[in-house]
T-cell receptor
């Protein structure tokens, strides 16, 4: 079956530094990926997405990189702020109308002031 | 900003009892989902619902589970006979029609189900 996983369960950075969170996936047919942010006591929140025909996509302070050759996805957060502290999940979206999300294990990002 | 709401925020039930978890999706959305997250683990897909029927379901979503959209606004998840291992946070999500192949799902705050 398909699986989506993250390299590190925790990441601690200093406020103002850049953060990089990594994710590996196994399904080479995966077509679409999302990064979610989950704050304590809340549901996952969409951050940024990328289709498999792209290798980079930028948002506000966030960039997602996709390397299909090694089936690797990363989320870069520029100038990390305390409000960025959360659990980050990558997810693969099935290429159906249902669009279910298959989540990875999550990386807990802690931003130190 | 519109949001998905869920009730109750916390439900405690005894093993073998039936529970109904309720969700009010965003009003113009057409796709509805239930996910669950066991404490400390990743979020797992349970079921998707579109056009008044189940589109897709996972292995977790067995005969003990059912979903319903009874009145055009609420979206419910029923567990007929709860087991200890059903204890988890349950998230509802909704989505409008995928635009340009994009799937932006909005998640509710979750219902924490504790089965004793």
């Amino acid at each position: 079956g398909e699986s989506v996983g993250l390299h590190l369960p925790t990441l601690s950075v200093q406020e103002g530094d850049n953060s990089i969170i990594n994710c590996a996936y196994s399904n080479s047919a995966s077509d679409y990926f999302i990064w979610y942010k989950q704050e304590s006591g809340k549901g996952p929140q969409f951050i940024i997405d990328i289709r498999s025909n792209m290798d980079k996509r930028q948002g506000q302070r966030v960039t997602v990189l996709l390397n299909k050759t090694v089936k690797h996805l990363s989320l870069q957060i520029a100038a990390t702020q305390p409000g960025d502290s959360a659990v980050y999940f990558c997810a693969e979206i099935s290429n159906t109308n249902a669009g279910k999300s298959t989540f990875g294990d999550g990386t807990t990002l802690t931003v130190k002031p | 900003e519109p949001e998905v709401t869920q009730t109750p925020s916390h439900q405690v039930t005894q093993m073998g009892q039936e529970v109904i978890l309720r969700c009010v999706p965003i009003s113009n959305h057409l796709y509805f989902y239930w996910y669950r997250q066991i404490l400390g683990q990743k979020v797992e897909f349970l079921v998707s619902f579109y056009n008044n029927e189940i589109s897709e379901k996972s292995e977790i979503f067995d005969d003990q589970f059912s979903v319903e959209r009874p009145d055009g606004s609420n979206f419910t998840l029923k567990i007929r006979s709860t087991k200890l291992e059903d204890s988890a946070m349950y998230f509802c999500a909704s989505q409008s029609l995928p635009g340009q192949g994009r799937y932006e799902q909005y998640f509710g705050p979750g219902t924490r189900l504790t089965v004793t």
